[in-house]
C-alpha cells in the first residue's frame, strides 16, 4: 500500500526572514506596528528595530530629528519616540487646560480661542500627527476639536481635505460649534440702531469645505471693527 505524501505545513507569518519583517513593519503606522509587535517574539523584535522607530520619528517630528539622532546613539528611537510623544501631551494637555479654565457658561471668548492657536503656534514640534491624537479625540469637546481644525489649516496649512479625513478618522466630524457675533448697530440718520447679534451653527465637516472658509476667517479676525463680540459654544451640549 503505497502512502501519500505527507503535506508540508503551511509557512506561518513568524517564519518570515528577518529582512521582510522589517520591510513590513517598516511601513506601518504607529498604532499598526504596536499591534503587530504584540502578535510573537518574532514580530516584536522586528517591531522594536531602530529602523521602524526612526522613520515614524522622522515622520511626525522632522525637525526635531537631528537632535534625536545625536541622543539615539545612547537611547534608542523607540524610547525617543515615546518620550517624545509624552511631552507632547503634556504641552499640548496645557492648551487644553486653559482652554477649560476660559470657558464661561460653555462659551468660549474669541481673545482665548486665539491664544490657543496661538500658543500651539508657538511650541515647536506640534505636527499634525499631535493634533490627531490629542485635539482630535473625542473625550474633548467639540471646541477643542474644532481648535485643532483651525490650527491645522492656518499654521500647519494641512490641505482642509486631508483635515476632513482626520476628522472622519477620529469620528468627530459630526459635531457642531456655534458662533455668535454681536455687531454694533448701524447708523440711520444720524440714529444708531440697536446692536445686531448673529449666530451661525456648523458642523466640523463643514468648517473643512468652502462655505466654512468664511467662519475660520471672522474667527480668525476676532472681536475687531463692528464686531465686537465674537464667542464660539457648543452647538449639542451632549457632544
Same mark, same amino acid.
Given at each position: 500500500?503505497?502512502?501519500?505524501?505527507?503535506?508540508a505545513?503551511?509557512?506561518?507569518?513568524?517564519?518570515?526572514?528577518?529582512?521582510?519583517?522589517?520591510?513590513?513593519?517598516?511601513r506601518?503606522?504607529?498604532?499598526?506596528?504596536?499591534?503587530?509587535?504584540?502578535?510573537?517574539?518574532?514580530?516584536?523584535?522586528?517591531?522594536?528595530?531602530?529602523?521602524?522607530?526612526?522613520?515614524?520619528?522622522?515622520?511626525?517630528?522632522?525637525?526635531?530629528?537631528?537632535?534625536?539622532?545625536?541622543?539615539?546613539r545612547?537611547?534608542g528611537?523607540?524610547?525617543?519616540?515615546?518620550n517624545?510623544?509624552?511631552?507632547?501631551?503634556?504641552?499640548?494637555?496645557?492648551?487644553?487646560?486653559?482652554?477649560?479654565?476660559?470657558?464661561?457658561?460653555?462659551?468660549?471668548?474669541?481673545?482665548?480661542?486665539?491664544?490657543a492657536?496661538?500658543?500651539?503656534?508657538?511650541?515647536?514640534?506640534? +505636527?499634525?500627527?499631535?493634533?490627531? $491624537?490629542? /485635539?482630535?479625540?473625542?473625550?474633548? &469637546?467639540?471646541i !477643542?476639536? %474644532?481648535?485643532? *481644525?483651525h490650527?491645522?489649516?492656518?499654521?500647519?496649512?494641512?490641505?482642509?481635505?486631508e483635515?476632513?479625513?482626520?476628522?472622519?478618522?477620529?469620528?468627530?466630524?459630526?459635531?457642531?460649534v456655534c458662533?455668535?457675533?454681536?455687531?454694533? +448697530?448701524?447708523w440711520?440718520?444720524? $440714529?444708531? /440702531?440697536?446692536?445686531?447679534?448673529e &449666530?451661525r451653527? !456648523?458642523? %466640523?465637516?463643514? *468648517?473643512?469645505?468652502?462655505?466654512?472658509?468664511?467662519?475660520?476667517?471672522?474667527?480668525?479676525?476676532?472681536?475687531v471693527?463692528?464686531?465686537?463680540?465674537?464667542r464660539?459654544?457648543?452647538?449639542?451640549?451632549?457632544?
Amino acid at each position: 500500500m503505497e502512502l501519500s505524501p505527507t503535506p508540508a505545513p503551511a509557512g506561518r507569518w513568524a517564519d518570515l526572514p528577518e529582512d521582510i519583517a522589517l520591510a513590513v513593519a517598516s511601513r506601518l503606522q504607529e498604532a499598526d506596528v504596536c499591534a503587530l509587535g504584540a502578535c510573537s517574539r518574532s514580530w516584536r523584535t522586528a517591531c522594536d528595530a531602530d529602523c521602524v522607530w526612526e522613520r515614524l520619528f522622522r515622520c511626525r517630528w522632522p525637525s526635531a530629528a537631528a537632535e534625536a539622532a545625536v541622543a539615539s546613539r545612547v537611547q534608542g528611537w523607540k524610547a525617543l519616540y515615546i518620550n517624545q510623544h509624552r511631552r507632547m501631551a503634556v504641552v499640548i494637555s496645557n492648551v487644553v487646560e486653559f482652554v477649560g479654565s476660559s470657558l464661561n457658561n460653555g462659551s468660549l471668548e474669541s481673545e482665548y480661542y486665539l491664544k490657543a492657536i496661538a500658543d500651539l503656534a508657538l511650541m515647536a514640534d506640534i +505636527g499634525f500627527l499631535d493634533v490627531q $491624537f490629542f /485635539l482630535f479625540s473625542r473625550i474633548h &469637546s467639540a471646541i !477643542i476639536n %474644532l481648535i485643532g *481644525l483651525h490650527y491645522s489649516i492656518a499654521s500647519l496649512h494641512v490641505p482642509p481635505t486631508e483635515v476632513s479625513k482626520a476628522l472622519q478618522a477620529r469620528q468627530v466630524t459630526g459635531r457642531k460649534v456655534c458662533v455668535n457675533l454681536l455687531k454694533l +448697530g448701524r447708523w440711520f440718520y444720524g $440714529f444708531r /440702531l440697536p446692536d445686531e447679534q448673529e &449666530s451661525r451653527k !456648523i458642523s %466640523l465637516s463643514e *468648517l473643512t469645505m468652502a462655505e466654512g472658509a468664511e467662519i475660520l476667517a471672522i474667527l480668525n479676525r476676532g472681536a475687531v471693527h463692528e464686531v465686537f463680540r465674537l464667542r464660539i459654544s457648543l452647538a449639542d451640549i451632549d457632544k
